[in-house]
């Protein structure tokens, strides 16, 4: 995983359209498996190069924050919890705001940015930084 992006085994993260990357490298693939059927042990995507579909284990997928629908997956996720959800993640609440509002919109995001926006998500989630 690297900083520009979130692990796939995030509760409510991955839905169906979600930009994704392979811990191996293996290129940009999309999710397919239906929001109803997720969080899933295996989750069926396709490559986005050639098309193929494959099964994945959610725990070896990581959600691409450089792709505006997995920026607006990121948001939707964290605005799910709450208002106060963020509170203790190490941004201001206007911050916190304003990364949320970016990336839920679609807007083009900063590296800062995109830096906030993992923060809160990762904070919500309980997983802290250094995941």
Known sequence: ???????????ELLRRGSPCTHDDGSGRLVVLTPADQ??????DVAD???????AFS???????LTDATGRAHAAWMALSHGPD??????LSEAAVKHVLVMAATGAH????????????CLHVAGMGVES
């Open 58 to 64: 959610a725990a070896h997928l990581a959600l691409d």
């Open 85 to 90: 959800a963020a509170d203790g993640c190490g």
């Open 38 to 43: 997720l969080p899933a042990r295996m989750v």
């Open 109 to 120: 995001m900063s590296k800062a940015s995109l830096a906030g926006l993992r923060l809160v």
């Open 48 to 54: 986005a190069v050639n098309g193929d579909v494959l």
């Open 1 to 11: 995983m690297t900083d520009l992006t979130l692990p796939g085994i995030i509760p």
